[in-house]
């Protein structure tokens, strides 16, 4: 009887080895986050850096306890459904979306894997992302900027900046969020203001030269660019391009515009909101349930103002303002 129990004892021996390695193997476990990349190169760093930089101070160090997937959907609007749908297979802990667009898209293409959006100037609610911000629901929480609600203070901003406009012309793309924005929140700012606003719709890439002619015709003294979907935001550089060629003073809801040498930018601090995103991964990964993490609202604004592009359009832009700004380009 002494005997046959060696082999039992062999067998507990092997089973105990066998379960220690399995929980060493499953403890180092790296989680994997999905990214999404939507814009240029340029921009896209800077914004994969803070979260990275964010994620280091929570603890998490990329190659040793945290890993990226990058995909980058190179501006085209089919590629992001494509790109999704591998970082479903990879099977991601988590994907991180810029935009509304992105943010859709990833929600049809997984039910289950928690989707971390940030960037948004859409309401969210609206666009049926989430059931609402306090409990979001599903599988989808994150950082929205609303940037529309924002429309009448930069409209002021620009009328500060330029006291002289009178007319501005206002280019959108008829999405959910800009219709809204265009339809109802511009006119009541501008009576307000005293300021005349036509809207000029684009709707694909081929209205442009349109638009332009006809905006030209009506002779604003300033332009204003909510934000939009994808068609204008990849064509950004030409709408810079014709408010520089008409030397209008102009003023964006998307930062990316300055950058490439709009005027004037008012709106969410960006980079604040993609620290933010570490927040949401290191929730999640922690256990917390995307439906029962609160969408948060920008809790920081930035005036951006190119004055490159200033002198170049003629403008000399009040010392009063330029003050206020929190970024000067120069």
Known sequence: ????????????????????????????????????????????????????????????????NIAFEYRDAERKRDRASELLAELVRLKVDIIVVPGTGQARAAKNATKTIP?????????????????????????????????????????????????????????YEPVAGSVREVKELLPVAARAL???????????????????????????????VPAAGQVMRIDQKRIVGFALKGRLPSMYSLRGYVDAGGLMYYGADLADSYRRVAFYVDKILKGAKPADLPV????????????????????????????RADKVIR
């Open 1 to 64: 009887m002494k005997r046959a129990a060696v082999p039992s004892i062999l067998v507990v021996v092997i089973l105990l080895a066998v379960g220690v390695i399995a929980e060493a193997q499953q403890a180092k476990k790296v989680p994997r986050i999905g990214y999404l990349s939507a814009a240029d190169p340029t921009r896209e760093s800077a914004r994969s850096e803070a979260i990275r930089l964010a994620l280091r101070e929570l603890g998490y160090i990329e190659g040793q």
């Open 296 to 323: 948060e609202q920008p809790k920081k604004f930035e005036l951006v103002i190119n004055l490159k592009t200033a002198k170049q359009i003629g403008l000399t832009i009040p010392q009063r303002v330029l003050g």
């Open 115 to 171: 989707i971390v959006m940030t960037g948004l100037g859409a309401d969210p609610v609206e666009e049926g992302l989430i059931e609402s911000l306090a409990r979001p629901g599903g599988n989808v929480t994150g950082v929205t900027n609303l940037g529309r609600e924002l429309g009448g203070k930069r409209l002021e901003l620009l009328k500060e900046a330029v006291p002289k406009v009178a007319r501005v012309a206002v280019l």
């Open 194 to 224: 005293e300021l005349t606003i036509q809207p000029w719709e684009v709707r694909a890439a081929d209205d442009f030269e349109r638009v332009f002619a006809a905006i030209s015709k009506w002779r604003p003294d300033g332009l204003y």
